[in-house]
């Protein structure tokens, strides 16, 4: 297949108008490829039923089922109570020590889950009547957890990233790795922004809790604390692979909130694997169309075309760099992570990375940071709605409350930009 402009615009505008109409993204992208070969001809239809196979045909493709079950299982399962206690503990007596304890239970669900609205919910079930009762505004409890929420994603483990990983072949426990340090910069720049809008609101900390309390809550909490450190752990040791710490995750997960928290039964379990396969489902079907979107795109050299025209217009990879995160920060604002990946990373992978030779762990981590804003910023921010949902307030107000939030995470998607080794130091010492 020869590059072919007319065929380039076939795809984009099915697509295109696929959403505009509310179409799934799934069947958009899926029609928006279709209609590329039928433009062209030369390559039989059958060929979508291959493409969209191989697109899911991988081992490390069942990391994200397992994720997804163990999040749901670490959701119901008392965990998320347990984090905000012992997040309490450390930020809790500062000025808006509420909303830091959000943020800083949120990083550390993070750890746990590998989705954003996931920590959104987990999170703001437990603290946003909390904040409430506590004199915080709405508004400002409902921007504060969504953005928290964003962490969910960066700091592993991540399904975003096993999806950038399997898209372009990187290795995901470096992706891992590659994403503790801009996960807790995230969390840093997000809890700065809670202390200075509660200085200027009013909003004070908690009493402080004795050491006796502190004790008590972190022995009761440290069960899922653990959880992260087996999975990193037994990654680099090479006691399990990627796909299998996901796995032991779930197991861990199921010991642990059934007979240490017992906040969930045996008959509990059945109800969590349907909403983890619901969940899955949606995600392997975005992935499947998107398999077969970017091989289309890739048989019609667009991602070539692509670098070629950034190429003749500068060789700056500051920037290229700009023009690149300015994209997927509108792209963000449209769709999902997991889809977006699916779609660009393939395209945008050969520039960023053959041409400016930028590190793989290092643009799969700043891709992923970009969308990770996405969550937060309309007219999709996953979050926001989430929010939204917990506090009745419009989506209008909560999107103006969660905009200092948004400003400190560029802030924070700028400095890993221009300073990658801020990603790729831990994957190198462990590699």
């Known amino acids: 297949m020869t590059l072919d402009a007319g065929l380039i615009i076939a795809i984009f505008a099915v697509f295109i108008i696929g959403l505009a109409l509310g179409v799934p993204i799934a069947i958009s992208l899926g029609l928006g490829a279709i209609s590329g070969l039928l433009y ?31 999040g749901a299982v670490m959701t119901k399962g008392g965990i998320s109570k347990r984090l905000v206690d012992m997040a309490d503990c450390i930020v809790g007596r500062f000025t808006g020590g509420l909303a830091m304890c959000g943020t800083l239970a949120a990083m550390l669900f993070a750890a746990l889950s590998g989705s954003s609205t996931a920590t959104t919910a987990a999170i703001g079930g437990c603290m946003i009547e909390t904040m409430r009762e506590k004199g915080y505004d709405d ?34 426990g470096a992706m891992f790795m590659g994403g503790v340090i801009p996960g807790i910069l995230l969390g840093a720049a997000m809890m700065i922004t809670n202390y200075i809008i509660s200085k200027k609101r009013g909003y004070k900390g908690s009493n402080k809790v004795s050491s006796s309390e502190v004790i008590a ?16 752990g037994g990654i680099y040791s090479g006691v399990f692979s990627p796909t299998e710490s996901a796995a032991v995750a779930c197991v861990y997960g199921l010991i642990v909130s059934l007979f240490v928290y017992r906040e969930i039964k045996v008959k509990d379990i059945y109800g969590l694997i349907v909403d983890a396969i619901k969940s899955t489902a949606l995600v392997m079907l975005i992935m499947s169309t998107a398999g077969l979107f970017s091989w289309v795109m890739t048989a019609a050299n667009v991602p070539q075309q692509i670098a070629g025209i950034i190429s003749s217009l500068t ?11 300015i994209f997927l920060l509108i792209l963000g604002c449209l769709i999902n992570a997991s889809a977006a990946i699916s779609i660009v990373a393939p395209i945008l992978y050969p520039l960023v990375v053959g041409t400016l030779g930028v590190h793989p762990v290092a643009f799969g981590v700043i891709m992923v940071v970009n969308l990770a804003i996405g969550y937060v910023t309309p007219p999709v921010g996953a979050d926001l709605f989430v929010a939204q949902a917990m506090t009745g307030l419009s989506l209008e107000k909560i999107s103006k409350a969660v905009m200092p939030f948004v400003i400190a995470e560029l802030i924070v998607l700028a400095l890993i930009t221009e300073l990658p080794i801020l990603i790729t130091f831990l994957p190198s010492l462990l590699s």
């Open 40 to 70: 062209n001809g030369g390559i039989p239809l059958a060929i979508t039923g291959q493409r969209i196979y191989a697109a899911n045909d991988s081992f490390s493709m069942l990391a994200v089922p397992f994720f997804m079950f163990a």
């Open 139 to 172: 508004d400002f409890s409902a921007a504060s957890i969504a953005a928290a929420g964003t962490t969910g994603i960066v700091i592993p483990p991540s399904i975003p990233m096993v999806v950038y990983a399997l898209a372009t072949g990187t290795s995901i």
């Open 217 to 232: 809550r972190f022995k009761d909490g440290i069960w899922g604390l653990l959880m992260p450190i087996i999975i990193l």
């Open 315 to 325: 060789t700056s990879r500051f920037l290229v760099m700009l023009l690149v995160n």
